[in-house]
């Protein structure tokens, strides 16, 4: 089974300027989760899509924003990009993590915003 | 609202020595507990999970942990690493909910 592909996995922006970020899950999950990894600051919980609709969202602004297709596939887009949000972004997909289903990983997105 | 504390930011330690990597959390709630490892350049992928029965959980690469409910604690513990254990390891915590929430992570780094 393939695992949960990120693309693309490394980019530069500029600030000001907007991303999309794509994530397919392992096939036959649900849920897509996406968190944003910084130094220090760990995983930090953007938000959660399951059926294409957004369950749960982290405390991010609205610049940050995401969709799920009907074939599970996720983006994730932040618009007006800024310094700081410069990070790894991880997606996860799962058959549905409230019942601790594991939860996979990507091996993320690296955006560094100059 | 969960939270979770890994108290220790780096953790040096010489190979086949023994090693524990501490993890608090702080819930009203019952929740289900995680390890998960990231090497370098890597996504993270689970190292092993609490969810009920048997407090000690063990993976198959010699890690285990403890679940300790009145301490709200899952300290992770391996009785001799190796080198190849070098990475970050993070703690992780579950309500029930669509999210999990995550510690700072603890970077190991094996000496030989």
């Known amino acids: 089974k393939a695992g949960v592909t990120q693309t693309p996995r490394y980019l530069i922006k500029t600030r000001g300027q907007q991303v999309t970020l794509s994530c397919s899950p392992i096939s036959g999950h649900r849920s897509v989760s996406w968190y944003q990894q910084t130094p220090g600051q760990g995983l930090q919980f953007l938000f959660e899509y399951f059926s294409e609709t957004q369950r749960n969202k982290g405390n991010f602004p609205g610049r940050f924003s995401g969709r799920q297709f009907s074939n599970s596939r996720s983006e994730m887009n932040v618009s007006t990009l800024e310094l700081g949000d410069s990070a790894l972004y991880l997606c996860a997909s799962s058959d549905d993590p409230r019942s601790g289903d594991t939860i996979y990983f990507g091996e993320g997105s690296w955006l560094t915003v100059v | 609202a969960q939270s979770v504390t890994q108290l220790d930011s780096q953790v040096p330690v010489f190979e086949e020595a023994p090693v524990e990597l501490r993890c608090n959390y702080s819930?009203?709630?019952?929740?289900?507990l995680f390890w998960y490892v990231q090497y370098p350049n890597q996504g993270l992928q689970l190292l092993l999970k609490y969810l009920s029965g048997s407090t000690l959980v063990e993976s198959i690469n010699g890690f285990e942990a403890e679940f300790n409910k009145s301490q709200t604690s899952f300290h992770l513990r391996k009785p001799s690493v190796h080198i190849s254990d070098t990475a970050e390891y993070f703690c992780?915590?579950?309500?029930?909910?669509?999210?999990?929430?995550f510690g700072t992570g603890t970077r190991l780094k094996v000496l030989a």
């Open positions: 992780a915590v579950s309500a029930g909910t669509y999210k999990y929430i």
């Open positions: 819930s009203s709630v019952s929740v289900y």
